[in-house]
């Protein structure tokens, strides 16, 4: 019957119970006075708005309060812009930051979801009565004309703005039913609208199919069904939206539970959504939806740095988003990480790896009796979508947390808006993983790939081991891509190793190896390598290869090309330090390692020999041998020492791997006669001659002899 609807924007009593009539005819549609009850009596669903369970957090009454209040006063904000005051009437054309985001959030009616959250949770009547008012501004005023009119300009018809509005239109109708004092007016534009709203979600052409915006189109659609029986063909429309939420839901996860966008931050938000669909009784929690949301909350657990807030992979908050309350509430888990320890409990199992999802994470919370004395790494390393929306060019990249302490971070997303550091996020200089040096690196290829791999293990010592084979696509050469094979091991709580060997395009082509710190740690040139020393921890990043006699590092850099920008929150960017190390594509295995200290930096030694690369501590506290996917000519040494520890130097193949890679039986030129290697603490090592090396501690020379091709000494005080 809705083709009989004219809507011409003067709708008329009589043409609203011409057309109300039309509607109760057909046996399938449920009278509304069959749904009115009061008190107690309304079923828990229809009281409850779907958009309270979705990212709430602690604050969320407070802050909802707030700006609930602030609307009430004629005022917005949102978008993460300054407020802006409402017309009278209202102009909703206005765009006044030239920002589509901002305009997205005012035709996906953002204020009225503050207005139905707080009203949710307050029981305020003041806040519902304020979003019907402006329900019926935006309607009236953007409703199109003719028979076949839907809703004005771009946001009118996009796809989750009408979502979004169809669960505000629902609630909004639930809760009036309740109450004696709406006019028939009222009630009657309100089901125009929303029945124009669930038929447009209920023809499959409308719905995003392709990324998560259908689930929120489904979402708005269900909950239309739901909670206003009467519409024409509600009950059929909503066990179809079911029906394909249900089946979208298994396609945007793996079977394992991890979201094939690849952002963190959009793993929570759809589960957010899943558990508001199930929370408000919408669906069943015994249905298949519920195993799924199962299976994803099950990952979300291992996506949680130490502090408490998520990874900042893919489209994230540069600091990591906080826990959602309302997944916290459901978790034992969550809840130890948002508590500090005080509730929940802890995570059992050290190592949790997806194949198929592209992550692997590894840490000890376990072994501490409060989230914040944990150490954590993750690595990313899958794409599933030749061009997808909210992944960033990513592959291999890592974050990594030290008792607490966020080491290794994510840019952030910056916003979903034309900005440069909106282009600089999404290029993969700004990640912790590898780069071409003119950017042109995109996304990975589908996977799984017959020769793809992701592994990671712990070993009863406390050393760990991630290892990646990916390929990487590259800009503008859709035919041609990088092999990438990348390994990260160390100890979690004080020391990582990455290597990395590049091969595939034809010709010597230059990357960057990359890797960018919090913003609170100023790293600082020191011999071959950098260090920095905050109030909590000391950082070195020494290069291992044979090649490196320093490493690049900037912080904050503007020209010729941004880099070393972090986005902590929407629309924001903050400096922070990065550190460059040069490679080719060249099937050669180059790498770093990056050492942290409470106050001064562990011990912590390695070598090359036999294809493997050996670390050993002095001390005897660990050992570690790791194979290699091929033989590396001289991969490099690691020189490091603290106080009240020891050192030691091997060099391979004849090749001290600290300095230019030169062989020892070669004349040493005058230029790197005295050339210092590390400077760290109180120790300096220098290459000297071909035959010695000199070792300064606190003033005191030591030379130490070169015998048989091999550089090794031990030095304790």
């Known amino acids: 019957p809705t083709d009989r609807l004219h809507v011409t924007g003067l709708l008329t009593p009589e043409v609203i119970a011409d057309w109300h009539q039309s509607l109760s005819a057909p046996d399938d549609i449920v009278p509304r006075s069959a749904c009115t009850q009061t008190g107690n009596e309304t079923p828990q669903s229809r009281r409850q708005f779907l958009w309270s369970y979705v990212n709430r957090t602690p604050d969320t009454p407070r802050r909802m309060i707030n700006q609930a209040d602030l609307i009430l006063d004629g005022k917005l904000r949102f978008g993460g812009r300054p407020e802006v005051l409402m017309s009278d009437p209202i102009d909703w054309s206005i765009d006044p930051f030239s920002d589509a985001g901002w305009c997205y959030e005012l035709h996906s009616w953002a204020s009225h979801i503050v207005l139905c959250r707080t009203h949710a949770t307050t029981g305020d009547r003041k806040y519902l009565d304020k979003a019907l008012e402006l329900c019926q501004s935006w309607l009236t005023s953007e409703r199109e004309s003719g028979p076949d009119g839907f809703y004005k300009g771009e946001w009118g018809a996009y796809d989750m703005a009408v979502g979004k509005r169809a669960t505000v239109l629902a609630y909004l109708a639930a809760n009036m039913q309740q109450l004696d004092d709406y006019s028939p007016m009222d009630h009657r534009l309100l089901d125009i609208d929303a029945q124009l709203h669930m038929d447009w979600l209920a023809t499959p052409s409308n719905i995003s199919w392709h990324g998560n915006h259908g689930l929120f189109q489904l979402a708005g659609l269900i909950a239309l069904g739901r909670q206003m029986p009467w519409l024409d063909g509600a009950g059929g429309k909503a066990n179809w939206g079911e029906g394909e939420f249900t089946r979208l839901v298994s396609e945007h996860f793996t079977d394992d539970g991890v979201h094939r966008e690849h952002s963190t931050e959009y793993q929570q938000f759809i589960l957010s959504l899943i558990n508001a669909v199930l929370t408000t009784g919408m669906v069943s929690l015994d249905s298949s939806l519920g195993d799924l949301f199962r299976s994803g909350l099950g990952w979300l657990e291992w996506m949680v740095h130490p502090d408490g807030r998520l990874a900042a992979f893919g489209d994230s908050v540069g600091?990591?988003?906080?826990?959602?309350?309302?997944?916290?509430?459901?978790?034992?888990?969550?809840?130890?990480?948002?508590?500090?320890?005080?509730?929940?409990?802890?995570?059992?199992?050290?190592?949790?790896?997806?194949?198929?999802?592209?992550?692997?994470?590894?840490?000890?919370?376990?072994?501490?009796?409060?989230?914040?004395?944990?150490?954590?790494?993750?690595?990313?390393?899958?794409?599933?979508?030749?061009?997808?929306?909210?992944?960033?060019?990513?592959?291999?990249?890592?974050?990594?947390?030290?008792?607490?302490?966020?080491?290794?971070?994510?840019?952030?997303?910056?916003?979903?808006?034309?900005?440069?550091?909106?282009?600089?996020?999404?290029?993969?200089?700004?990640?912790?993983?590898?780069a071409l040096q003119d950017r042109r690196f995109v996304y990975g290829t589908d996977t799984p790939l017959p020769d793809s791999q992701l592994a990671a293990t712990e070993t009863e010592g406390g050393e760990f081991r991630i290892a990646a084979r990916l390929t990487r696509g590259v800009r503008f050469k859709v035919q041609e891509s990088l092999h990438q094979d990348r390994l990260v091991t160390g100890r979690i709580d004080s020391g990582l190793v990455v290597l990395d060997r590049i091969g595939g395009i034809e010709g010597t082509q230059g990357v960057i190896q990359a890797f960018h710190f919090d913003p609170d740690i100023e790293l600082k040139a020191e011999g071959i390598g950098v260090t920095a020393q905050t109030d909590k921890c000391t950082v070195a990043v020494i290069p291992l290869s044979p090649w490196h006699t320093s490493l690049g590092l900037c912080r904050g850099q503007e020209t010729p090309v941004l880099q070393g920008w972090h986005a902590p929150s929407l629309k924001m960017a903050v400096a922070n330090s990065v550190v460059s190390i040069p490679g080719v594509v060249a099937d050669r295995w180059f790498g770093t390692a990056i050492l942290v200290g409470e106050s001064d930096i562990p011990s912590l030694n390695l070598k090359v020999a036999d294809g493997k690369v050996i670390m050993h501590s002095v001390h005897g506290r660990y050992r570690q041998r790791i194979a290699v996917f091929d033989q590396p000519k001289a991969l490099g040494v690691l020189i490091a020492a603290g106080r009240e520890s020891a050192m030691s130097i091997a060099a391979a193949d004849g090749d001290w791997c600290c300095d230019v890679g030169l062989d020892l039986d070669t004349e040493v030129s005058s230029r790197v006669h005295r050339s210092r290697l590390l400077k760290l603490g109180g120790i300096e090592v220098w290459r000297n001659t071909t035959i010695s090396a000199v070792v300064v501690v606190d003033g005191k020379r030591v030379r130490i002899p070169i015998r048989d091709g091999d550089l090794a000494f031990r030095l304790t005080w």
């Not at 944990?374 to 947390?401: F, L, N, T």
């Open 319 to 434: 600091e990591g988003k906080g826990l959602s309350w309302s997944l916290v509430e459901v978790s034992d888990v969550l809840q130890w990480f948002n508590s500090s320890g005080r509730k929940g409990r802890r995570p059992v199992e050290h190592v949790k790896v997806s194949p198929d999802g592209g992550l692997a994470v590894i840490h000890n919370a376990d072994g501490v009796d409060r989230p914040k004395a944990a150490s954590w790494v993750m690595m990313q390393a899958a794409c599933h979508e030749p061009d997808p929306v909210h992944k960033h060019p990513d592959d291999g990249a890592i974050e990594w947390s030290v008792r607490g302490r966020r080491i290794l971070v994510e840019p952030g997303k910056y916003g979903y808006l034309q900005h440069p550091m909106r282009s600089y996020v999404k290029t993969a200089a700004a990640h912790n993983t590898i």
